[in-house]
C-alpha cells in the first residue's frame, strides 16, 4: 500500500482537472492511502530565492504561510501526482508556486520514489504538452523517479468538458494499478 499525494493545480472546483485527478483517486484508493491537494485551498507565496531555508535550523521557509502543511504531507508520500490545466503551454502558476516552494533541502527528507502526471488542456494543437513533459523528463531524472504515467487531455475548455472523455477511465485504470 502506498500514500499517495495528487497536487491539483486548478482552482476552479469540480472543473476537468478536478475531475480528472478524482477519476485517478477513485482507481488508486482501493489498494493505497490517497489524499488530494488543491491549490484552491491553501495559500502559498512563491519561492524569493533567499536561500535562507539552506541556512536555517529544520531548514524551513521564512515565509508564513500553509506550505508546511504541505511539506508535511509530501514527506509521508510515496508516489506525487502533478494535476494541472494547462493555459498557456505550462502548469498553472498556483501549482508552480508550490512545486517552486520544493527548492529547499527538506524535500531530501521526502521518501517519494515515482511521479504521475495528469493535464487538461483547451487546445488541441499537438505540441500542448511538449514543455510540461520536458520539465516533468527533466525531474524524473534529476531526483531519479520512477513514471507512473501520463494522461494527457486536449479539447477540454469549459467546465464538465471531461465528462464522458476516455481519459477518465484511462485515470481510472492508472490509479488502480499502482500497489
Known sequence: MSNIVILVGSVRKEGNTELLAKAFTNGAQADNNVEIISVADYKVKPCIGCNICFKRDGNTCFQKDDMQKIYDKLKQADVIVIASPVYFYGISAQLKTIIERLHTPLRNTFKVRKLGLLLVAAATIPAVFDSIEVQYQLVLDYFN????GRILVKGVKDKGDIIGNQALHEA??????IK
Do not use: M, N, S
Open 172 to 177: 481510472y485504470e492508472l490509479g488502480k494499478q
Open 145 to 148: 523517479l520512477q513514471d507512473v
